[in-house]
């Protein structure tokens, strides 16, 4: 029997990249270029499975397409905000992620810019670097303790949970407001407190770490209104998705000191990050790094293909999300 044909959008580690060739009639991307809105539509029509990432956006249009062939679009990443989800349900078309593998990777992106942005660290680097460094002085750079401080997590599934953890150890109190959270999968070893309301936890916490999907609900969740709620002394940290936040309120925040800093990993208009952020000192700024470690980016990999395996082996891929 002929082995099903794969499309994968980007390169990927070598060696998951390999274990598609033994599995798959894999067809690579060898020179890793970001796919044209025609060659999503040639994928979809040629291959049995198509292999997307977050630089894929998979519209109803391509998924639409007359003549799909394409019957499971196993997604490269546990967000899938780059797909229409809709449109894959009503054609049909099944979908996979990747949860879990990227947990811990993503939780330790987001406590390295809480406390990047709280100590200046980016900033003391570049200071640094650039020869400012005259020596040693008692008021020199100094930024915002991290002990002791609370964390508001909004949004509290596997990764705020991990960062939770992490923030224990920095003895910091935590607070979190989730409307769908799993009771039957919170770690209950974390004394993390629900608070009822988004509001609750922008007057509370000294850092605001975004965990939620990016979804038409939470679209700009994060705004101008948000902002004011926030302490004059609170940071904003992003590893989710940037559409949660609306970049313009927070640029107007942070020129205005209206919060005091910023870690992003996530844009509104990846890869454009706005000149007026790239000119701030009181944000840390990271190219969506959430799950770039080599072990991650392999478990990732190897978790599309075992989804997409179970899938032709007439099995229900495990990591279904339609
Ligand atoms: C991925 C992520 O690497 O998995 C996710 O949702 O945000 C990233 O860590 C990226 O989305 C690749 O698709």
């Given at each position: ?188 070893s974390v004394p993390a407190t629900a608070v009822s309301s988004i509001d609750e936890v922008l007057a509370q916490a000294d850092f605001v770490s975004l965990h939620c999907p990016s979804t038409p609900e939470t679209r700009h969740l994060i705004n101008s209104e948000s902002f004011a709620k926030m302490k004059p002394t609170a940071f904003l940290i992003n590893t989710a998705r940037g559409d949660i936040v609306d970049e313009s309120a927070l640029i107007a925040a942070l020129r ?67």
């Open positions: 029997m002929s082995k099903p044909v794969v499309v994968v959008t980007r390169r990927w580690p070598n060696a998951v990249e390999e274990r598609l060739m033994d599995v798959f009639d894999a067809r690579l991307n060898d020179d890793d270029h970001p796919f044209s809105p025609q060659e999503l539509v040639d994928a979809i029509k040629t291959a049995d499975a198509l292999m997307p990432t977050v630089t894929d956006k998979i519209s109803a249009d391509i998924i639409g397409t007359a003549g799909r062939k394409a019957r499971i679009i196993g997604n490269f990443g546990v967000g899938f905000n780059n797909i229409d989800i809709d449109a894959a349900k009503k054609h049909g078309v099944v979908v996979t992620n990747t949860p879990e593998v990227l947990t811990d990777c993503t939780a330790d992106i987001a406590m390295i810019l809480l406390l990047s942005v709280a100590r200046r660290i980016g900033e003391g680097e570049r200071h640094l670097r650039g020869g400012q460094w005259t020596g040693w002085r008692p008021t020199h750079m100094m930024g915002q303790k991290v002990s002791g401080k609370t964390l508001g997590l909004i949004g509290y599934g596997r990764i705020a949970q991990a960062m939770a953890r992490r923030a224990l150890g920095f003895g910091m109190t935590l607070i979190y407001y989730d409307p769908y959270v799993d009771a039957a999968k919170l770690d209950k205005e000191d209206v919060i005091q800093g910023a870690g992003l990993d996530v844009y509104e208009k990846e890869p454009k990050v706005p000149a007026d952020l790239l000119k701030m000192n009181n944000v840390v700024l990271l190219p969506h790094l959430g799950s770039a470690s080599t072990q991650t980016r392999e478990a990732m990999g190897m978790r599309v293909l075992t989804n997409v395996e179970a899938f032709f082996a007439g099995k229900t891929p495990p990591d279904r999300v339609v």
